[in-house]
C-alpha cells in the first residue's frame, strides 16, 4: 500500500517562491498518477495541479496556470509541485494524493493521501 508524505510548505512572502515535494513510501510513486488540492477553511478542496503516470500529461487549474510546474522526480521517489510568483490567494493546506489512473483532476478518483503541509503567503 502506497503511502503519501507532503513537505516544502513555509510562510512566504508575496512573489516568492516554494517547492513541495510529495514522497512515496511502500510503493513506486511512478505507477501512479499524482495529484495536488489546496484546502483553506470552509471551502471545499481544490484542484492545484496533476500529472500522469508516465509524466506526460501535467494539469493545471486555471488559478495557478504559468506559475505552478509539477515534475516527477523518479530518482527520490517523489511528486513536486514548485510554486513560483506567489500571491496570498495561494495560502491553503496543499495535500497530495495518488489515482491508478492515467491522470484525473477528480478528487473522488484518487485512493490515497497525504497528511498535508501548511502554505501561507504574506501580503
Known amino acids: 500500500q502506497v503511502q503519501l508524505v507532503e513537505s516544502g510548505g513555509g510562510l512566504v512572502e508575496a512573489g516568492g517562491s516554494l517547492r513541495l515535494s510529495c514522497a512515496a513510501s511502500g510503493r513506486t510513486i511512478s505507477s501512479y498518477s499524482i495529484g495536488w488540492f489546496r484546502q483553506t477553511p470552509g471551502k471545499e478542496r481544490d484542484f492545484v495541479a496533476a500529472?500522469?503516470?508516465?509524466?506526460?500529461?501535467?494539469l493545471f487549474a486555471d488559478s495557478v496556470k504559468g506559475r505552478f510546474t509539477i515534475s516527477r522526480e523518479n530518482a527520490r521517489n517523489t511528486v513536486d509541485l514548485q510554486m513560483n510568483s506567489l500571491k496570498p490567494e495561494d495560502t491553503a493546506l496543499y495535500y497530495c494524493?495518488?489515482?491508478?489512473?492515467?491522470?484525473?483532476?477528480?478528487?473522488?478518483?484518487?485512493?490515497?493521501w497525504g497528511q498535508g503541509t501548511q502554505v501561507t503567503v504574506s501580503s
Open positions: 500529472v500522469s503516470r508516465d509524466g506526460g500529461v501535467t
Open positions: 494524493a495518488a489515482a491508478s489512473v492515467y491522470y484525473t483532476r477528480l478528487s473522488n478518483e484518487y485512493h490515497t
